[in-house]
């Protein structure tokens, strides 16, 4: 079974940029689409951006595409969530899944963006 293991996250102003970092464990890791998600505070879940195994496509929500960028090393399982021009509305718990939510949850990172 996968474990996953957010990081990266903190507290930035608005226009800032944090990079997320997801360690995978298990070597079916880089079979999987993987995904970001994030839950804002009373708030459902939400997916972020997805990439694929080989990361060659990504896909990312309306509301953070051209802000955010999701990558992948499977050679030393991380996924990753480069985020720009931070907004107050991006504060939130990030978690990386396969874009099936095929593993257990991890803890996430929070994020908060805020002057």
């Known amino acids: 079974q996968v474990q996953l293991v957010e990081s990266g996250g903190g507290l930035v102003q608005p226009g800032g940029s944090l990079r997320l970092s997801c360690a995978a464990s298990g070597s079916t890791f880089t079979m999987f689409t993987m995904a970001w998600y994030r839950q804002g505070p009373g708030k459902e879940r939400e997916l972020v951006a997805t990439?694929?195994?080989?990361?060659?496509?990504?896909n990312y929500a309306a509301s953070v595409k051209g802000r955010f960028t999701i990558s992948r090393d499977n050679g030393n399982g991380t996924v990753y969530l480069q985020m720009n021009s931070l907004k107050p509305e991006d504060t939130a718990v990030y978690f990386c899944?396969?874009?099936?939510?095929?593993?257990?949850w991890g803890q996430g990172t929070q994020v908060t963006v805020s002057s």
């Open positions: 899944n396969s874009d099936s939510r095929s593993f257990f």
């Open positions: 990439i694929t195994p080989g990361g060659s496509r990504t």
